[in-house]
């Protein structure tokens, strides 16, 4: 399918400085996609709440501040057990990448991030959602020509 035909998803990022959240916006950009603010664990819960995301971006402070709990919640609602985690952390937390990784985390980065690393690591998660949202809508599509035509055959008169 044509990434032009595919449909838009959405992007969380997380961070409690504004200029980081400016800073993760610009370099994700070039995705085409719709990002979405959050500036603490309790904006994150309220955000998920409203959408689906491809992925969420989370700075290692922001949920280390705020509990891990939170991401422990996430993980535990169906609307957000599969949304790929991202967290951002600075070289000091490195060994907190465990604790994230048995939180759920899919993956890390190092503060200052690599613009192109995150861009990619975002981007396969945005196609992945691309090519599932797709696909349940050809299924559906499918599933509606069907009855369609099993109305259509029930509705014929017998010759």
Do not use: W
Request: proline letters at 4%; aromatic letters at 6%.
């Amino acid at each position: 399918m044509d990434s032009a035909q595919l449909p838009s998803v959405s992007v969380l990022l997380v961070d409690d400085r504004l200029e980081n959240l400016y800073a993760l916006e610009a370099t994700l950009e070039p995705l085409g996609q719709r990002l979405v603010r959050a500036r603490s664990a309790r904006d994150m819960l309220h955000a998920v709440l409203h959408g689906p995301f491809a992925a969420i971006v989370i700075d290692l402070r922001v949920a280390a501040r705020d509990g891990y709990e939170t991401l422990s919640m996430m993980r535990s609602r169906q609307l957000t057990e599969h949304v790929p985690i991202i967290f951002l952390l600075d070289y000091a937390e490195q060994t907190d990448a465990l604790r994230c990784y048995s939180a759920g985390v899919v993956d890390y980065l190092l503060k200052p991030f690599d613009p192109d690393a995150l861009r990619t690591k975002v981007s396969v998660f945005v196609h992945l959602r691309q090519h599932e949202l797709a696909l349940a809508a050809a299924r559906k599509e499918l599933l509606a020509t069907k009855e369609q035509l099993r109305d259509f055959l029930d509705t014929r008169t017998p010759v």
